[in-house]
C-alpha cells in the first residue's frame, strides 16, 4: 500500500496562484502513476491531471489544461500540481492518487478507478 499526504490548499482570490503537494510513502516502488483529482460539493469527484512515473508524460483536464501543471521529484516521491490563473470555479477539496497499474504510466488514466490509494484531501477555495 502507498500512503498519500497532500499539502498547499486554502483560500486564494481569483487568478491567483498556489501549488499543491502530495509525498509519497511505503510501497513507492509499485507506483506507475499519480494524479490529481478534485470534488466539490453535490458533485462527484473529476480527474485534473496525472503524471506517468516511466517517462514524466503528463495529462490534463481540458478544464485546467494551460493553467495547471503537474510535476514530480522523483527523488522524494513528490508530486505537485501549480495552480495558476484560479477561477471560483476550481474550488474543490483536491485529492492527490496514485496507481499500480502499469498501462497508467504508458497511456494515462483518467478515471478515480484506475487509482490505488488516496490521500486526504486538501481544500482549495478561490473567491472571486
Known amino acids: 500500500q502507498v500512503q498519500l499526504v497532500e499539502s498547499g490548499g486554502g483560500l486564494v482570490r481569483a487568478g491567483g496562484s498556489q501549488r499543491l503537494s502530495c509525498v509519497a510513502s511505503?510501497?513507492?516502488?509499485?507506483?506507475?502513476?499519480m494524479g490529481w483529482f478534485r470534488q466539490a460539493p453535490g458533485e462527484e469527484r473529476d480527474f485534473v491531471s496525472a503524471?506517468?512515473?516511466?517517462?514524466?508524460?503528463?495529462y490534463y483536464a481540458d478544464s485546467v489544461k494551460g493553467r495547471f501543471a503537474i510535476s514530480r521529484d522523483g527523488a522524494k516521491n513528490t508530486v505537485y500540481l501549480q495552480m495558476n490563473s484560479l477561477k471560483p470555479e476550481d474550488t474543490a477539496i483536491y485529492y492527490c492518487?496514485?496507481?499500480?497499474?502499469?498501462?497508467?504510466?504508458?497511456?494515462?488514466?483518467?478515471?478515480?478507478?484506475?487509482?490505488?490509494?488516496w490521500g486526504q484531501g486538501t481544500q482549495v477555495t478561490v473567491s472571486s
Open positions: 492518487a496514485s496507481t499500480g497499474y502499469e498501462h497508467c504510466s504508458r497511456y494515462g488514466c483518467f478515471r478515480a478507478g484506475e487509482y490505488n490509494d
Open positions: 511505503g510501497r513507492t516502488f509499485s507506483i506507475y502513476a
Open positions: 503524471i506517468s512515473w516511466r517517462d514524466d508524460s503528463t
